[in-house]
């Protein structure tokens, strides 16, 4: 073979190796398994996502695993490969509520994985849309009051619920939030039950009897402020006027303030001779106190003073 036919054939060669070239390039990017290079993509992005799943937090997250957990989620939403579109109003939010849509990511992946980019954007807009909803409830939350009386007029069994749950004067209400009561709670530091108010199933709020006790007595109504799904709350300090309160002392009042005035400590002479009257010795007033008229006292096996 002459040193010009091996040249004619070793172009041709190296010709058709071109063509070859050039097709798959202008092929494959049109074939159902894309280039190369789309296949190098495809396999970023799987690892992006699978970044995102992996993100763990367990049942009951201390402060700092939650933040650890929120920080990975901004870092790895961060991550171009995905292309996700944060919405407008994300670019207004505060880094509170920048973090409170990080942390609603890192709970939906917590109890379903992503399966796609797709997956992952509607993931991040159904988030963004519920820290929009509490940004609104936050917004409505301080135009009401958070104390309230019932006055002693009330009866047992009275919807009070326009009483507790009301509107700062000059306020206006944003008619897509709605505002119900949830739950009651006693006082902290009370010691007492809840007794006197209770919560319907249709979130009213029910004076359940009358304030018997001459002294007036405190409650707590949680109260919701809800947008779509997406709650806020707080704590309404309800007193309940006793019955028949005129402003004056009640007899509980009374009698507490005139066994205060008496010794309790008393000393029987060696020297008295059984059979005889001690009763003055016994209840005697302290130095410088003077009865009441209209308190009576009288003797009782009963410990630390006595009740009816």
Same mark, same amino acid.
């Given at each position: ?157 009275? &919807? ?119 009763? &003055? ?14 308190? &009576? ?12």
């Amino acid at each position: 073979m002459s040193e010009i036919t091996c040249g004619i054939r070793f172009k041709s060669i190296m010709s058709k190796c071109f063509l070859t070239f050039v097709a798959l390039v202008l092929i494959l990017p049109f074939s159902p398994t894309g280039t190369l290079v789309a296949l190098a993509q495809e396999g970023t992005l799987s690892e992006a996502i699978g970044r995102i799943n992996a993100i763990k937090m367990s049942n009951n997250p201390t402060r700092e695993e939650e933040q650890a957990a929120i920080s990975q989620m901004r870092e790895a939403l961060s991550d171009p490969i995905l292309e996700l579109k944060f919405a407008d109003a994300f670019d207004g939010f505060t880094e509170e509520y920048k973090q409170d849509t990080y942390s609603r990511m890192v709970y939906l992946v917590k109890y379903k994985p992503f399966l796609d980019q797709k997956d992952v954007q509607a993931g991040l807009d159904y988030c963004i849309q519920e820290t929009i909803n509490l940004r609104t409830a936050d917004e409505e939350m301080p135009k009401y009051e958070q104390t309230a009386t019932i006055p002693d007029t009330v009866k047992a069994g009275d &919807d009070i619920t326009d009483q507790i749950i009301r509107m700062i004067e000059g306020k206006e209400k944003n008619p897509l939030v709605m505002v119900t009561a949830k739950k009651v709670l006693p006082m902290k530091g009370s010691g007492r039950p809840v007794e006197y108010l209770q919560v319907d199933p249709n979130g009213r709020v029910i004076l359940v009897k009358s304030n018997n006790t001459g002294m007036p007595v405190k409650e707590l109504v949680n109260v919701w402020f809800t947008v779509d799904d997406t709650s806020t709350g707080h704590r309404v300090e309800v007193t309940i006027q006793p019955k028949g309160d005129t402003g004056e002392p009640s007899d509980n009042q009374i009698v507490q303030e005139e066994v205060n005035k008496y010794n309790r400590v008393a000393s029987i002479s060696a020297t008295t001779e059984a059979g005889v009257d001690v009763t &003055d010795q016994i209840i005697c007033l302290k130095d410088g106190m003077n009865k009441n008229s209209h308190a &009576d006292s009288n003797s009782s096996n009963r410990r630390n003073g006595w009740r009816k």
